[in-house]
């Protein structure tokens, strides 16, 4: 497990370094996927690249699923998640949060996770049960702890939207039976670094109809070891349908907040 969180650390380190640097000054679109807001860039590839064949050259057998197409089987039983940039957008408009996100799972649990917020010069690591950590480029490194026990009307609730237009529409109704019932909501635009915030305490809670396995499976482990807990409505595991996200008992109740609302259909 160390090994591989190792691994994650510097690839992901490695990775961010080449996406500030390399950034050009005319990044444009390569292709869209799921709407013409779903974009690529060429740096979300050449990302993705550079992670898989940093991880391949220490361990071959191993398998992969990147958000950008790099799935391949393995024979090790480890299988890395990688999104090579979460918040494409923001990276697109030179904004600051986007994320280098990469997990190891063994045998189908992920034992690490890395998210690396470059142009923050923040990473954020976990290994499972042994707690989250922000490491920041001074050096310098805390362990992380979500905020506890926070009343709904006084937590602080990032989320998300989906590409589409008709999930947008219902995504907006949802957040009608939601804003008036908190302190405010913020869309930083990844969920990656939007999960490490809830680790860091600083937002409360976090959901999101849509986020992918490769959005959420380093950032969900790294608030599980903050402390934090990560799911879907009704005990179901976090996953594309809803993830919902937050500290002891704050979870609890923006679980019952979002339920009735039905925020899982499109
Ligand atoms: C997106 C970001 C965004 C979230 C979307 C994701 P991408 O990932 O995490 O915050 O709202 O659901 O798809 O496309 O930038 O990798
Ligand atoms: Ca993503």
Redesign the pocket.
């Known amino acids: 497990m160390h090994d591989l969180l190792e691994l994650a650390i510097s690839t992901a380190d490695v990775a961010g370094v080449m996406l500030i640097e390399k950034r050009p000054a005319d990044l444009r679109v390569a292709h869209t996927k799921s709407s013409p807001t779903?974009v690529v860039t060429e740096m979300d590839q050449a990302a993705e690249k550079l992670i898989i064949e940093r991880i391949r050259a220490s361990r071959p057998g191993d398998a992969f699923l990147g958000?950008e197409g790099g799935a391949a089987a393995g024979a090790t039983g480890v299988r890395w998640i990688i999104?090579p940039?979460?918040?494409?957008?923001n990276y697109l408009y030179g904004l600051p949060d986007?994320a280098v996100s990469i997990a190891a799972e063994v045998d189908g649990e992920i034992v690490a996770g890395v998210v690396a917020v470059p142009t923050r010069g923040e990473l954020y690591t976990a290994a499972r049960g042994e707690g989250a950590y922000l490491l920041h480029r001074d050096g310098s490194t805390e362990q992380l702890r979500c905020n506890a026990d926070v009343p709904l009307e006084r937590a602080l609730i990032a989320t998300?939207?989906?590409?589409s237009a008709q999930r947008r529409a219902r995504q907006a109704e949802v957040l009608l039976g939601v804003l008036p019932r908190v302190r405010d909501i913020r869309r930083?635009?990844?969920?990656?670094v939007?999960l490490c915030s809830v680790a860091a305490g600083r937002v409360d809670g976090y959901f999101?109809r849509?986020?992918?396995e490769w959005?959420i499976a380093a950032g969900g482990l790294i608030v599980q070891e903050a402390g934090g807990a990560i799911g879907g409505l009704h005990g179901k595991p976090a996953s594309a349908e809803m993830t919902i996200s937050a500290g002891p008992g704050l979870y609890e109740r923006l679980h019952d907040l979002l339920a009735p609302l039905n925020p899982e259909r499109d």
């Open positions: 779903d958000e999104d940039i979460d918040g494409t957008v986007w998300g939207f989906g590409y930083a635009g990844s969920a990656a939007d999101e849509g986020p992918q959005d």
